[in-house]
């Protein structure tokens, strides 16, 4: 092993380097950002636990559903109200603004949603 001192200095800066983000923010991925919430107290279709870890999941149920059988009916009835699926006439109600809700969550995350590949994006 001729060369073994520049191997073990490789493989120490690569380990730097790969870890670095980590040690140099301490593991902290940064502070959770604050959306702005609907300002009419409105129950939502699912509980706020449940939107925050699968709302991608449900809006995707509600596109393949809504496109392939034309089913726009909810099954969760809040009172007496029976919610639609659609993004734009039952989530845009009452989170009106993307980029003070949406964007933030999306932003931090670092996740590019296609939604408004083919929904107008509401007016702030």
Sequence with gaps: ?????KIITGLILFVLL???PIWY???NAGAVPKVELP???KECVLPASEMR????QLLNEWRDKVLRTGDRSFDVKIGDK????????TCMQCH????????KCHSYASVKPYCWDC???PVE
């Design 18 to 20: 790969v870890t670095f």
């Design 39 to 41: 300002k009419v107290a």
């Design 1 to 5: 092993m001729y060369d073994g001192g």
């Design 53 to 56: 870890t699968s709302h991608m």
């Design 82 to 89: 029976e919610y639609q699926k659609s993004l734009m006439n």
């Design 25 to 27: 923010n301490h593991g």
């Design 119 to 121: 929904h107008v994006a």
């Design 96 to 103: 009106i603004s993307k980029k003070k809700f949406c964007d």
